[in-house]
């Protein structure tokens, strides 16, 4: 067989594969149209089957996709992180709720950083002019697009809180960072794409929001995602159903705090001094 030189990384090797990369050796049959139409056809149904194969567990087996990956069972499935990213994708370009994007007015009355939010407002207003109504309204089209992508700050740090509840059963970072991926891929899906879904199509259907109030909507997501722990750590983490329970309230709570006081509180700080 003839000696090839790979011409990505100057590698001498036989074959159609580099053996150091991993760069393929194209020729003219590569560049003909059928070859286009045929890795087309390939790369829609590769992704078909394990996109909807990630879907379908994360849905219906929390943990399943965490455990074979981190297993090393990886062929079937979607890449967690590139099908979280997928999801805000979606939610970025079919923001059916606001979700975690609040109203400027929502952040000048905070508990925690509400001082300072409306002192921040006040001067932004004198530096541009803009009166309440016009920097609210700037203000929410600025963190339509910062509050999805700071969305990403909340593996890290949910996996960092998973690992101190978990390492005696997974003691690898690696593996909560995997399983908070799925836990925030359920929660995008649950929270701001399935479930807004349902909503607006009994509206369409009735008339009227079934649930008008937004403590109950949210107390529906997060009874969800509590349901989606408890069965995920009993799955993944093989924890008991009493330490699953306390894992998924520690979880959970830990996020929403997070998300209320620190993604919040950075969301505002980002937007506000953008315009």
């Known amino acids: 067989m003839q000696e090839q030189v790979c011409k990505n990384c100057g ?20 560049k003909v149209v ?24 994360i849905l219906f087996r929390p943990g399943k996709l965490s455990q074979d990956f981190c297993n090393g069972i990886r062929k079937r499935y979607f890449k967690p992180l590139s099908f979280f990213l997928m999801l805000v994708i979606l939610y970025l370009l079919f923001p059916l709720f606001e979700g975690l994007n609040m109203r400027l007015q929502y952040y000048t009355v905070n508990d925690f950083y509400g001082k300072y939010a409306l002192q921040k407002t006040q001067e932004v207003m004198q530096k541009t002019g803009m009166t309440w109504d016009q920097l609210s309204e700037a203000f929410h089209h600025k963190g339509e697009k910062i509050s999805k992508f700071l969305l990403f700050t909340i ?11 978990g390492f005696k059963k997974r003691r690898f970072y690696y593996d909560h960072f995997i399983f908070s991926t799925e836990a925030g891929s359920f929660f995008i899906m649950a929270g701001f794409l399935i479930f807004p879904m ?7 259907i009735t ?26 750590t009993i799955r993944f983490f093989k924890f008991s159903v009493w330490y699953s329970i306390l894992y998924s309230v520690i979880y959970l709570g830990t996020m929403m705090l997070f998300l209320n006081y620190i993604y919040k509180f950075v969301l505002f700080f980002i937007a506000i001094n953008q315009l």
Request: glycine share 8%; aromatic share 16%.
């Open 155 to 165: 593996i890290p740090f949910m996996a960092a809180v998973s690992w101190l509840l």
């Open 198 to 204: 349902i909503l607006l199509l009994l509206r369409a």
């Open 34 to 57: 059928s070859h286009l139409v045929e890795e087309g056809f390939h790369f829609i149904t590769h992704f078909e089957g394990t996109f909807f194969t990630s879907l379908k567990n």
């Open 11 to 30: 590698n001498h090797f036989t074959g159609k594969f580099c053996n150091n990369c991993g760069e393929k050796v194209y020729s003219d049959k590569d």
């Open 207 to 232: 008339g009227t929001f079934l649930l008008d109030k937004e403590i109950y909507v949210g107390l529906l997501i997060l009874a969800a995602m509590f349901s989606f722990l408890i069965i995920g």
